[in-house]
T-cell receptor, first 115, second 112 residues
Framework: AQSVTQLDSQVPVFEEAPVELRCNYSSSVSVYLFWYVQYPNQGLQLLLKYLSGSTLVKGINGFEAEFNKSQTSFHLRKPSVHISDTAEYFCAVSDVGQGAQKLVFGQGTRLTINP | DGGITQSPKYLFRKEGQNVTLSCEQNLNHDAMYWYRQDPGQGLRLIYYSQIVNDFQKGDIAEGYSVSREKKESFPLTVTSAQKNPTAFYLC???????????FGPGTRLLVL
């Protein structure tokens, strides 16, 4: 069975500072990895995904993430955050299989940007 | 304008009542999913469907039922057997070749 651990439940950051949201996963098979963002009372929006190829993945809104297979991590980074980045961020994993794509989510990290 | 729609945005359930949440997509995706979101617990899979007229239980299917009569629609019924239904419910869809799920805006279910 797969599992995802987001190491920080809350991350406060000042505006224009860099941020890293940490995600570790556990799986016995190869995986796809995803980061989603959720604004209050809204659905999830895909930020970026790793399916194969380059381990450094760039997404929307200036975010990027790096897949590290040896450390089973997929940390999300942004070099300079804005007030509008205040939201909850979810890391998710699915196995590389031919069947249904079942996502397993972490518990989320609430990112708060302070002026 | 392609996307996933969920209705209603808010839904109130009385004790002993069944309620149905709607999910529609015009993305031509084969697969559709229902997740439940509780504070501090991330999202958990309730049911999923890979093709019309077929669906499978997820991790927390007890007290829920679904149908998939059309490719575009995947309604979720919260039955009276679900003793703790208060949550935010999210529907998603995906195409096998995309290997990615896209989410609707969600329905918040509250118990009166």
């Amino acid at each position: 069975a797969q599992s995802v651990t987001q190491l920080d439940s809350q991350v406060p950051v000042f505006e224009e500072a860099p941020v890293e949201l940490r995600c570790n996963y556990s799986s016995s098979v190869s995986v796809y990895l995803f980061w989603y963002v959720q604004y209050p009372n809204q659905g999830l929006q895909l930020l970026l995904k790793y399916l194969s190829g380059s381990t450094l993945v760039k997404g929307i809104n200036g975010f990027e993430a790096e897949f590290n297979k040896s450390q089973t991590s997929f940390h999300l980074r942004k070099p300079s955050v804005h007030i509008s980045d205040t939201a909850e961020y979810f890391c998710a994993v699915s196995d590389v299989g031919q069947g249904a794509q079942k996502l397993v989510f972490g518990q989320g990290t609430r990112l708060t940007i302070n002026p | 304008d392609g996307g996933i729609t969920q209705s209603p945005k808010y839904l109130f359930r009385k004790e002993g009542q069944n309620v149905t949440l709607s999910c529609e997509q015009n993305l031509n995706h084969d697969a559709m999913y229902w997740y439940r979101q509780d504070p501090g617990q991330g999202l958990r899979l309730i049911y999923y469907s890979q093709i019309v007229n077929d669906f499978q239980k997820g991790d927390i299917a007890e007290g829920y039922s679904v149908s998939r009569e059309k490719k575009e629609s995947f309604p979720l019924t919260v039955t009276s057997a679900q003793k703790n239904p208060t949550a935010f419910y999210l529907c998603a869809s995906g195409a096998r070749e995309l290997k990615t799920q896209y989410f609707g805006p969600g329905t918040r279910l509250l118990v009166l």
